[in-house]
């Protein structure tokens, strides 16, 4: 069967195409449209995810180059991982919140649902690394895991809450210890003040005895007196005969007419 070929007509006469017989390309269909600007955002999320990974790959190093195993500081570096999270955090609204045209095909619509959990599976590779991060700094912060070589996570959650328990109980033991030497030294502050008013009475008294004559009341303040000093020197003095002994004397010295 042989191939019929149909070609325009045209004016014999004047050789152009006859009105209605030639019609211009179409444009390209709305899902090539699409499809050309998913490809170029995908470009541009390949770069971003790119530069991500570098820096996070950077990060390592610097880590490793800067704070060596045994003198890892838990607070210094961290906000560095949060800063590179927050980056990350932030491609990924962008490509979350990026508008999709209602008129897309199927297809276009299965390569942003593929480019999406990409680009969550890689956020979620970064969280994972800045978690690993942060259990090693804390394993090497703990006195109690200075002998594990590799403790599991496990192990450091385990740990790190028995330390936290020991110290909040050592708090609370060194709080009553503080209380019970402040109760101890206002006592011996209050006794001080106590055997300071007992001297000053004997020595009122000691200088009363000197002076010629007889009081009316030398009696009864010198049982009051004497009782003072005894309680004053039976706890200073060993020699309390003695002193006892001056004040009887005393009291004999000078009767009461």
């Known amino acids: 069967m042989s191939a019929t070929h149909y070609y325009p007509s045209t004016d014999n006469q004047q050789g152009s195409v006859q009105p209605g017989s030639f019609h211009p390309s179409p444009p390209l269909p709305q899902a090539e449209l699409e499809r050309i600007l998913q490809v170029q955002q995908q470009a541009v999320l390949q770069q971003q995810r790119a530069f991500l990974h570098q820096q996070m790959m950077l990060y390592q190093q610097q880590q490793q180059a800067h704070y060596p195993l045994q003198d890892l500081e838990f607070n210094g570096v961290v906000e560095d991982?949060?800063?590179?999270?927050?980056?990350?955090d932030q491609i990924y609204s962008s490509v979350m919140?990026?508008?999709?045209?209602?008129?897309?095909?199927?297809?276009?619509?299965?390569?942003?649902?593929?480019?999406?959990?990409?680009?969550h599976n890689a956020i979620e590779r970064a969280r994972r690394e800045c978690l690993n991060t942060k259990f090693q700094q804390l394993a090497?912060?703990?006195?109690?895991?200075?002998?594990?070589?590799?403790?599991?996570?496990?192990?450091?959650?385990?740990?790190?809450?028995?330390?936290?328990?020991?110290?909040?109980?050592?708090?609370?033991?060194?709080?009553?210890?503080?209380?019970?030497l402040r109760q101890a030294n206002e006592s011996l502050?209050?006794?001080?003040?106590?055997?300071?008013?007992?001297?000053?009475?004997?020595?009122?008294?000691?200088?009363?005895?000197?002076?010629?004559?007889?009081?009316?009341?030398?009696?009864s303040r010198s049982s009051v007196?004497?009782?003072s000093s005894q309680q004053l020197y039976s706890f200073h003095d060993p020699s309390f005969e003695r002193q006892q002994a001056y004040f009887l004397n005393q009291e004999a010295a000078y009767p009461c007419h």
């Not at 919140?97 to 680009?119: D, I, L, M, V, Y």
């Not at 403790?151 to 809450?161: A, H, N």
Request: glycine share 4%; with cysteine; hydrophobic share 25%.
């Open 81 to 88: 991982s949060f800063d590179l999270m927050t980056a990350a």
């Open 97 to 119: 919140s990026s508008p999709t045209n209602s008129h897309g095909n199927e297809a276009t619509t299965n390569n942003s649902k593929a480019q999406r959990r990409a680009e």
């Open 140 to 180: 090497h912060s703990l006195p109690n895991l200075q002998n594990d070589r590799r403790p599991s996570k496990g192990t450091i959650i385990e740990r790190t809450l028995q330390y936290v328990k020991e110290t909040v109980q050592k708090e609370e033991r060194f709080k009553n210890e503080i209380d019970q």
């Open 189 to 219: 502050i209050s006794q001080m003040t106590s055997d300071s008013d007992l001297l000053e009475s004997v020595q009122e008294y000691e200088e009363g005895a000197t002076t010629p004559g007889c009081d009316d009341n030398f009696s």
């Open 225 to 227: 007196t004497s009782a």
